[in-house]
Structure formats: C-alpha cells, structure tokens
Nanobody, 119 residues
Framework: QVQPVESGGRLVQAGGSLRLSCAAS????????MGWFRQAPGKEHEFVAA????????SYADSVKDRFTISRDNAKNMVHLQMNSLKPEDTAVYYC????????????WGQGTQVTVSS
C-alpha cells in the first residue's frame, strides 16, 4: 500500500486552525517528497506545501507561507499540515501526494479531505 491517506478536514471558522494528517504508507525512504495540494470548486489544482522525507526540507506556496506548516513524523510515517489563520479562500479539497524524487512527478495521490472555512 503506497497510496497516501488523508484525514482531518472539517468545517472551521475564519481565523481558526486545523491540522491535516497524511499516512505516508510505504514511501518513507530517502529522496521521497510528500506534498499537499488543494483544489477549490471551479479552480485548478494548486500546490500548497512539500517536505522531503529524509532531509526535512520544506517548500510552500506564497499564499500559505507564514500560515501553514508542513512536518513529518518519522516514527509514525505521517505527514502533517498545520493550518493557522485560515481564510475562506482556503476552502478546498486537500490532497496528499508523494513522488520518489523532486525530479519526478507526483504519482501517488490520496482521495482528499474537505476543508471548509466559513466567514
């Protein structure tokens, strides 16, 4: 099983916080990168954040920088996305994905978890 599995999405008020989790399953070895993406209704798929499993190096979309934090739990093979100061425009289905290297496309995707931010 290498398909990521997301959890944690729910309805939250603007200004609130939420933590999403992703079970990384079988892909937790050197070079693997885990990413969070989101898709809002009528909008394109959007990169949110990523972390390289062995180095812990992270990257963020400008729209979430300083509000969201991606982290990993090596012992539990989990990746988390801590989302603070949520805005209505953060409303989307959030997907966790993995790729074997930053040079490759993301090829394993989870089913997604709905995050709804009310104003």
């Amino acid at each position: 099983q290498v398909q990521p599995v997301e959890s944690g999405g729910r309805l939250v008020q603007a200004g609130g916080s939420l933590r999403l989790s992703c079970a990384a399953s079988g892909r937790t070895f050197s070079g693997v990168q885990m990413g969070w993406f989101r898709q809002a209704p009528g909008k394109e798929h959007e990169f949110v954040a990523a972390i390289t499993w062995n180095t812990g190096i992270t990257s963020y979309a400008d729209s979430v920088k300083d509000r969201f934090t991606i982290s990993r739990d090596n012992a539990k093979n989990m990746v988390h996305l801590q989302m603070n100061s949520l805005k209505p425009e953060d409303t989307a289905v959030y997907y966790c994905a993995s790729r074997l290297s930053v040079l490759l496309q993301y090829d394993y995707w989870g089913q997604g978890t709905q995050v709804t931010v009310s104003s």
